[in-house]
């Protein structure tokens, strides 16, 4: 069973408008969590990460986290046609952060 | 921005031959990692290494070895290449203490 879930699997939002990504880990013995954003043919890179409850904001991008649940969800506001990817779920323990279980991802296309 | 590079960005094989896999980092990282990715799919770690001479097995090890001979040099050893091990292979690299990962632009390897 994957031990990180990510929903939707896709997600077609227009541009300008709000995109919203969720995701859950099973596995309780997690303490951060990651969004890394793939484009198309190109490899991951990371977006933002997040390791205590409440919320984190880096400019378009907004990050929640309830560590009781192992719930996580990234919120794009104004998107723009260069978002359209695939975003990346991850988690990993207190130690040896690098070693990244990552969800399936969701495909965002955000139509002009 | 850190910078990892992986050779070949291609690569065609034959059942039952050996390929290897290389990854070259010049951020002077401790920590690298070798992921594949599915199509659709997120990545699953192979093997990682704390620095040079050491390697550990990830969370899908079997049919993979890996050797870290120095810093900047990882590779990923398929001793006997499967049709199954078809795939894009990711090598990433970190600096510990939460750390963010950079990856390399990936490795497309079809096993015929």
């Known amino acids: 069973q994957q031990k990180v879930q990510q929903s939707p699997e896709s997600l077609i939002v227009p541009e300008g408008g709000m995109a919203s990504l969720n995701c859950t880990s099973s596995?309780?013995?997690?303490?951060y969590f990651w969004w890394y954003r793939q484009h198309s043919g190109k490899s991951p890179k990371m977006l933002m990460s997040i390791f205590s409850n409440g919320e984190k904001e880096e400019g378009r991008f907004t990050v929640h986290l309830n560590k009781a649940s192992l719930h996580t969800s990234l919120h794009i506001r104004d998107s723009q046609p260069s978002d359209s990817a695939l975003y990346l779920c991850a988690a990993s323990g207190y130690t040896n952060t690098g070693k990244l279980t990552f969800g399936d991802g969701t495909v965002l296309t955000v139509k002009p | 921005e850190a910078a990892v590079t992986q050779s070949p960005r291609n690569k065609v094989a034959v059942t039952g031959g050996k390929v290897t896999l290389s990854c070259n980092q010049t951020?002077?990282?401790?920590?690298m990692y070798w992921y594949r990715q599915d199509t659709g799919h997120g990545l699953r770690l192979i093997h990682y290494s704390y620095g040079a001479g050491s390697t550990e097995k990830g969370d899908i090890p079997d049919g993979y070895k890996a050797s870290r001979p120095s810093q900047e040099n990882f590779s990923l050893i398929l001793e006997l290449a499967t049709p199954s091990q078809t795939s894009v292979y990711f090598c990433?690299?970190?600096?510990?203490?939460?750390?963010?990962?950079?990856f390399g632009h990936g490795t497309k390897l079809s096993v015929l």
């Open positions: 951020n002077n990282h401790n920590n």
């Open positions: 596995d309780r013995n997690v303490d």
């Open positions: 990433a690299s970190g600096d510990g203490d939460n750390e963010r990962l950079f």
